[in-house]
């Protein structure tokens, strides 16, 4: 694969989490009515919008501190984000 369609795939799916944040914006918050999937689903794309947005403008970002808020997530929503992406990532992360 070359890095140009690398870079498209990539770009493509950061702007999809970004249109899924927009999309979950009313179901932020622990209070919310919504079901926790759903919850979850908000947080975890409101946590990660603007690593989505670096790609889509060519920016880097750091991985470590972006995969630290999902612990914030996890503790308010009971989630298991923080777990998974450090395990699926590895030291890559």
């Not at 890095?3 to 919310?32: H, M, P, T």
């Not at 790609?55 to 991985?63: G, T």
């Amino acid at each position: 694969m070359t890095d140009s369609a690398f870079q498209a795939q990539a770009k493509l799916l950061a702007l999809a989490l970004y249109e899924i944040r927009l999309l979950l914006v009313g179901s932020l918050g622990s209070q919310n009515d919504a079901d926790i999937s759903v919850r979850q689903a908000a947080h975890l794309a409101y946590a990660l919008h603007n690593e989505a947005l670096a790609i889509v403008e060519d920016r880097q970002f750091e991985p470590t501190a972006a995969i630290a808020r999902l612990r914030a997530v996890d503790d308010m929503l009971g989630s298991e984000f923080f777990k998974h992406f450090t395990e699926r990532l590895g030291n890559g992360a």
